[in-house]
């Protein structure tokens, strides 16, 4: 036990150690160039410093500017000072060169892309353009013209479904309607129906009367 407590603590600080040491995630600047206005040739060389130390990971003349469209864009990483003494760190400022002049526009320096359009002679940029994805095969909508005449109805009979017959509609005079269009046949079932329960209901209780 007193061997393995020293061995495993001498292998953390190893390791904490050998992490300090690698590399960090370097900064990768990119955008536009352009040159009095006008976007910058194919084959322009952009590269950037810190201080006066040139910290582009490509060589010189590799990684060249090229015509993109109506601009001309650029990609530049620019080195952590692990990996190269004296460039990229925290809150330090990156400048550039366009073949070997200075350019006007500059940026402090962070890991990952930054976006930055760089101009020289004249502050006018020429940005890259956006690109707009689109799905291979998808067609592009159209407007529907709006509908026109009167509005559909529901009264739409479905295979199977039960339709309600019209209304008896019977004329006025009809001996069998009661003048008004409604028919009279409700009326003297049941009219009907009374006189025969009153008529029961007195035969029995003349029967009773005799017994």
């Known amino acids: 036990m007193r061997i393995l407590l020293p061995l495993a603590?001498?292998?953390?600080?190893?390791?904490?150690?050998a992490?300090?040491?690698?590399?960090?995630?370097?900064?990768?600047v990119y955008g536009s160039v352009t040159i009095d206005g006008q976007p910058a040739p194919t084959g322009t060389e952009v590269r950037a410093f810190?201080?006066?130390?040139d910290c582009t990971q490509a060589a010189p003349g590799e990684r060249?500017?090229?015509?993109?469209?109506?601009?001309?864009?650029?990609?530049?990483t620019v080195l952590h000072?692990?990996?190269?003494?004296?460039?990229?760190r925290t809150g330090a400022v990156i400048t550039f060169t366009v073949d070997g002049r200075p350019a006007l526009q500059s940026v402090a320096w962070e890991p990952g892309p930054i976006r930055l359009d760089l101009s020289l002679g004249s502050p006018t940029v020429i940005p890259l353009?956006?690109?707009?994805?689109?799905?291979?095969?998808a067609a592009s909508p159209t407007a529907r013209p709006a509908p026109t005449g009167p509005p559909p109805t529901d009264d739409v009979?479905?295979?199977?479904?039960l339709v309600p017959s019209p209304p008896d509609?019977?004329?006025?005079?009809?001996?069998?309607?009661?003048?008004?269009?409604?028919?009279?046949w409700p009326w003297l079932a049941g009219a009907l129906l009374v006189l025969a329960a009153g008529a029961a209901a007195a035969v029995v209780a003349l029967r009773r009367r005799r017994d």
């Open 64 to 76: 060249l500017a090229f015509r993109e469209g109506q601009a001309t864009a650029y990609v530049v």
């Open 81 to 88: 000072e692990s990996q190269r003494p004296g460039c990229g």
């Open 129 to 137: 353009p956006t690109a707009t994805p689109t799905l291979p095969g």
């Open 19 to 28: 992490a300090a040491a690698q590399p960090q995630i370097p900064a990768t």
């Open 50 to 53: 810190i201080g006066s130390t």
């Open 169 to 184: 509609v019977r004329a006025a005079g009809d001996p069998r309607s009661g003048g008004s269009g409604a028919p009279l």
């Open 157 to 161: 009979a479905l295979p199977g479904t």
């Open 9 to 17: 603590a001498a292998l953390l600080a190893a390791g904490t150690a």
